[in-house]
């Protein structure tokens, strides 16, 4: 539904942009979609992590109230989003709140008693509040006065079945359009292939939204993937090599393996920090509020950790566990590099990860329509993790996106970096699957994959005489092939559904797609299993724990930029916030680059709003002026 344009409504999105958060040009699609909804018009908004997907909902928001439009509802299941994003639009002059369970009943009557006397800008509210009885008579009286401006739901792939984060509550969303079908609705969220898509519209009713989908590419962020070899060593080097003193997350499956890890990375000098969903409340909000606040912090988290979470200077995200699915990856990955500098999205993965894969999706009580959707998300995934090709490329094309190879000047993918050598391997396939075929004719056994290599390469171990195994015809057949290429081999077969694994100990059963294989029908190329060599980026490696400013600078520029984080850092800790809420980097190394002296020439600095300079200009120049003075 698109409403008659106000004029005061959509004449004021630019201004908003420079006044409140001090930037002179929107990106992409956001002025498209700002005007859109500003307008009244419902909108569906597929934009990557880091894209500007809230300024697509706070600058309507904020219009819609200055032309007397009321308030706008962000619906949001996330407490870390709504604690940051409520403190950033206060640090910016907005007026904003949020509900959850993180207050007591006198803050949260007294943010009732402010939604409903029409001060309020945007108030942030989960799901399962916002559809309670007394919510909805709230809402109900801010429609009927003519206050209910605007609701915009987050996250929006939470409403689908078929997406990676599926939450109950969020089908009960679709009331705000029955209930409220003259106030616009804008659904956000990061990742949604076509079928995940096709199911907001319709559990939402957006039948008749406009539909924004802007570049899934992050040119900023480096895609690796390795063969699990000693996978803890693997880590160590990788952060110790390319990301000494930087903040991070490394995503396990379990609960034991997060702890296990972080322990272990302490233990080797790492500064890191454990969260999963049993851990106690407090324990999670203080790692969380550290990995916020402090440099320098490694999360070692399962999926319950990440979604919300705005720090822009996540320079790595590393996976010990091969995810669910792509998009899952895609979200995971997206936490990194928020604010548009280089990034790693890191991965070693196993046979053992897509064995476990396959079993939880197997074992699920889901249904078999949704069981087959999940198989093949993982195929997809798997295929992006055997890829010899441009691995952008492929996470692109999954989103529907077509993209040239990485480009030399860009911060390129593993594979367009170093192109892998690859390997036809067939043959060693047919050798695989012909032995796992002997072991159940001659006593109808299975084995395990550890035993069939021993088999292949012609290892006298007990387990081999036990069962007479040297008898075998296929005995010795693999011994020109190491134990790394036969692992790949074995997980290329689980992984294209020629094998399965049956039972505890994940033995190995041929399935009847094997048949095409063992007859030579179809052709197996492999890379060669080998760890990336170790690189420096240009500016970004090599510095140990002395981090780069976002900007080149010169000796004074670095004392300024150097000067400015300190005082960003008191003033977020009176604040009780992130310092990127205060300021993000970029916005103080473009400070400490142009040293600007007076409060005009501050306001041209990107990131610089009316309220902020109003509150901090001043102290911000008597900054640059002392460490002026510090150089002289």
């Known amino acids: 539904m698109l409403l008659p344009a106000d004029p005061s409504v959509t004449a004021a999105p630019l201004t908003i942009l420079h006044d409140v958060f001090g930037y002179a040009a929107f990106r992409g699609a956001q002025a498209e979609i700002v005007e859109h909804v500003g307008a009244g018009g419902d909108a569906l908004v597929l934009m990557p992590t880091g894209g500007g997907k809230s300024l697509c909902y706070q600058i309507p928001a904020i219009a819609r109230h200055r032309a007397g439009q009321g308030l706008t509802i962000v619906v949001s299941p996330l407490i870390a989003l709504m604690h940051d994003q409520v403190g950033a639009l206060e640090e910016a002059g907005v007026h904003a709140a949020f509900l959850n369970s993180s207050l007591t009943s006198d803050e949260a009557w007294r943010i009732e008693r402010e939604m409903m006397s029409g001060r309020l800008v945007l108030l942030y509210a989960a799901?399962?509040?916002?559809?309670?009885?007394?919510?909805?008579?709230?809402?109900?009286?801010?429609?009927?006065r003519g206050r209910l401006g605007l609701f915009a739901i987050d996250e929006a792939h939470c409403v689908s079945q078929w997406g990676h984060d599926f939450r109950e509550d969020y089908l009960q969303l679709d009331l705000l359009h029955e209930r409220y079908p003259d106030v616009p609705r804008i659904a956000l969220t990061a990742t949604a292939d076509e079928t995940t898509r096709a199911d907001i519209i319709e559990r939402l009713r957006l039948a008749s939204a406009r539909v924004?989908?802007?570049?899934?590419?992050?040119?900023?962020?480096?895609?690796?993937v390795v063969e699990k070899d000693d996978p803890r060593r693997q880590l160590l080097r990788f952060l110790q090599d390319e990301h000494e003193g930087e903040s991070g997350i490394v995503y396990c499956q379990s609960r034991k393996k997060v702890e296990e890890t972080a322990a272990w990375l302490n233990d080797e000098g790492i500064n890191a920090l454990p969260y999963h969903a049993g851990l106690e409340a407090d324990v999670r909000k203080r790692h969380q509020d550290r990995f916020l606040r402090e440099e320098a912090i490694v999360m070692v988290a399962t999926i319950a950790f990440g979604m919300g979470i705005d720090k822009p200077?996540?320079?790595?995200?590393?996976?010990?566990?091969?995810?669910?699915?792509?998009?899952s990856y895609y979200q995971e990955t997206g936490r990194g590099g928020r604010d548009g500098l280089p990034a790693d999205a890191w991965m070693t993965y196993g046979l053992a990860d897509v064995v476990n894969q396959r079993r939880m999706i197997d074992e699920s009580p889901a249904d078999d329509e949704f069981k087959r959707r999940q198989?093949?998300?993982?195929?997809?995934?798997?295929?992006?993790?055997e890829a010899h090709d441009c691995r952008r490329a492929r996470l692109l094309a999954y989103f529907g996106e077509a993209s040239a190879p990485c480009r030399p000047d860009q911060n390129a993918c593993d594979n367009c970096q170093h192109p892998p050598a690859t390997w036809d391997a067939t043959e060693a396939a047919r050798k695989a699957l012909s032995c796992i075929y002997r072991f159940h004719q001659q006593r109808g056994l299975r084995f395990g994959a550890g035993h069939l290599i021993d088999v292949l390469r012609g290892k006298a171990t007990e387990k081999v005489a036990q069962y007479g195994h040297q008898q075998l015809s296929t005995f010795g057949i693999g011994a020109d092939l190491a134990d790394t290429q036969w692992r790949a081999v074995l997980r290329q077969l689980v992984a294209l559904g020629h094998l399965r694994t049956e039972g505890e100990y994940n033995t190995l059963e041929l399935t009847p797609s094997a048949r095409a294989v063992l007859r030579g029908e179809v052709t197996l190329l492999l890379r060669q299993p080998a760890e990336p060599a170790r690189r420096t980026r240009k500016g970004e490696r090599g510095r140990g724990r002395d981090k780069a400013p976002p900007l080149p600078l010169d000796t004074a520029g670095l004392e300024r930029f150097a000067a400015l984080k300190a005082w960003r850092g008191e003033v977020a800790?009176?604040?009780n916030?992130?310092?990127?809420?205060?300021?993000?980097?970029?916005t103080l190394a473009e400070m400490a680059r142009d040293a600007p002296a007076t409060l005009q020439a501050l306001a041209g600095i990107s990131g610089v709003g009316e309220k902020k300079l109003e509150a901090y200009g001043r102290e911000i120049l008597r900054v640059l002026e002392g460490a002026a003075a510090t150089d002289r």
């Open 577 to 586: 916030l992130p310092a990127y809420v205060v300021f993000h980097d970029a």
């Open 127 to 144: 799901p399962e509040r916002i559809t309670t009885p007394r919510f909805l008579a709230q809402l109900d009286q801010l429609h009927e």
């Open 212 to 224: 924004f989908i802007s570049s899934f590419d992050r040119p900023n962020v480096r895609y690796a």
């Open 313 to 327: 200077d996540v320079r790595f995200v590393a996976h010990l566990d091969l995810p669910k699915n792509i998009e």
């Open 573 to 575: 800790r009176e604040h």
């Open 375 to 385: 198989r093949a998300k993982l195929d997809a995934l798997l295929t992006l993790a």
